[in-house]
């Protein structure tokens, strides 16, 4: 082989091992191919009563839908009008939307408002790929000024939709978590004073860093009951900084009053520290 065609052929193999690297997604790309998507399951909750634009936009029109899973409720945004069951279980999957914008993060802390256009952008079309541009941005405008206007109350882009079936009435586990139900509503609840309670408490993050959407950060009362085994059952407020706290984290001594188990109404005081 004479110098010309062994430099011409070495060119040629050159490039196509440089289309083949090429072609490869790059680490970072098939990261995000690869990630799973958000999974909720829990029970279904529709509010007739909120009629503005934005919030119909969510649901293509119809009914706000929300789920509830443990201590969280989820504003579901669909791409098409579904039909939802109140009380029914479902699990949806798709992109927990402020998850995703509080990875990108706020290069401006927040002096050009929550969330930036650029990270609704992003979340959409991770969630819901190949739409018209027109499309795109009217999904972006609707996530934007809902998050804006409720950041604290999470925003699920739904890609899939799964109705958990029901189980038999005579299936052992559906009826002992009916008795166990029951044997819960039996129990007494009392009221016992934050500063009292607070010494009661084992373990629980008492002292959070702000949101990105509260950078200001601040102290907020929340109002709970936990149950007999020391864990927090349910909230009692509508108060945003309330609504973000861990609540799975938090355990406090077993109530107990007469030798006998009781269900705690109280308060618990949480401080948000400011974002530097």
Known sequence: MNRKAYVFCSLVLTLAGLAGCSSQPTGKEAKKAGTAPDKIQGKAQILLDESTSTDAALNAGGPSVYLWEGLRRYRLFFRKAVQIVPGKEYIAEGVFAQRVIDEIGDPDQGKNGYPLQSSCDRVVR??????????????????????????ARPVLLVTRLTPVPSKEGGDASAEAKKVAEAEEKDIPEVSVAADKQRALLIEGPTVLPAPLWEPAGGTVRCKVIIGKEGKISELETGAQLCEIAPWSQFRYQPPVQGGRPVKVKTEVEVRYEPRK
Do not use: C, N, Q
């Not at 991770?126 to 950041?151: C, N, Q």
């Open 126 to 151: 991770m969630a819901w790929s190949g739409l018209a541009f027109d499309e795109t941005d009217g999904h972006i405008s609707v996530l934007r000024a809902r998050v804006k206007r409720y950041p």
